[in-house]
């Protein structure tokens, strides 16, 4: 069954925050849920009929493998909760000792988990702002973003990697860091290139990153 | 302080418009705008949280859910 959830910023409506709770970073976002509201599956392939299709049945799977754990299946047990980490189900402050349970994570399922839990947390910093933010605001939430970067959590997920890193590109030009700048230049450049709407900003940071490197700063 | 494009963007993605100007459509009259979309007209939509839930649980069916915003419209 459909269900539109429509963020309205009209303080009477309720669950202003309902996409940020459910893992969105920006709009437009398109999820399966259970009759609870959790989250089963994320859209994220090509939004006709085979696209939906095929997040339906990772929707499905997840299912499955909730009762194939529920059944005592060890394997399952672990591949769940790493699932329910990345879809929301586990808080990022209780993921840890959920994942203690399990024993030990191979290298892969590791920075998995901490994909994950960077994308929960970068989210929740952009959702603890209820209006528009300042510059200085803005500026001090690159700082922390740089801080999360440099300690190794970088969120996974496009779209909240893509704001993360245009952040701490604004602080790095900020503080003069030529090396954070370029860093999350080459990345941007990665993710956007071959989008067209994308050129003009890239060509912007193309030039200050320059005059970074020429000591021109701001 | 030379304000970047970018954070510009970013905060316009994550948090929408500048303050209304007067003039400008209330927001009360965008979500108007929104729920008069084509789309809603072509199926059965939820637009109610709780409403949508007590429907699937009735139902035993998934729910497909779309998050839009109407603030920026």
């Known amino acids: 069954m459909l269900f539109c959830h429509i963020t309205s910023q009209i303080p009477s409506d309720p669950y202003q925050d309902l996409l940020q709770e459910k893992g969105g970073g920006g709009f437009p976002y398109l999820v399966f849920m259970d009759e609870e509201g959790n989250v089963l599956a994320k859209h994220e392939g090509s939004r006709d009929a085979a696209g939906f299709e095929q997040t339906l049945g990772t929707a499905q799977a997840f299912i499955d493998l909730k009762k194939k754990a529920e059944s005592g299946d060890k394997a399952a047990k672990k591949e769940l909760v790493l699932k329910q980490i990345e879809l929301g189900h586990i808080k990022p402050e209780d993921a840890d000792a959920k994942l203690k349970e399990l024993g030990d994570l191979t290298p892969e399922e590791q920075a998995k988990v901490n994909g994950v839990l960077a994308n929960a947390q970068v989210t929740a910093l952009f959702s603890s702002f209820k209006t528009q933010p300042t510059p200085e605001q803005l500026l001090d939430l690159g700082k922390k973003l740089a801080e999360m970067q440099k300690a190794g959590r970088v969120p996974t997920e496009p779209q909240i990697q893509m704001n993360f890193w245009a952040l701490i590109m604004d602080y790095a030009e900020s503080t003069k860091d030529v090396a954070l700048f370029e860093e999350g230049l080459t990345t941007l450049k990665a993710m956007l290139s071959g989008n067209p709407q994308a050129k003009e900003f890239l060509e912007q940071k193309e030039k200050a990153l320059e005059a970074m490197k020429a000591g021109g700063g701001k | ?73």
Not at chain 2, 8 to 28: S, Y
């Open chain 2, 1 to 73: 302080m030379k304000w970047s494009l970018a954070a510009c963007l970013v905060a316009a993605l994550v948090w929408g418009a500048a303050p209304r100007l007067q003039g400008e459509e209330t927001m009360e009259q965008k979500k108007e705008k929104k729920l008069a979309e084509e789309f809603f007209k072509k199926a059965t939509w939820f637009t109610d949280y709780d409403k949508a839930r007590e429907e699937a649980k009735k139902s035993s069916k998934l729910i497909f859910a779309y998050f839009t915003r109407s603030y920026s419209y």
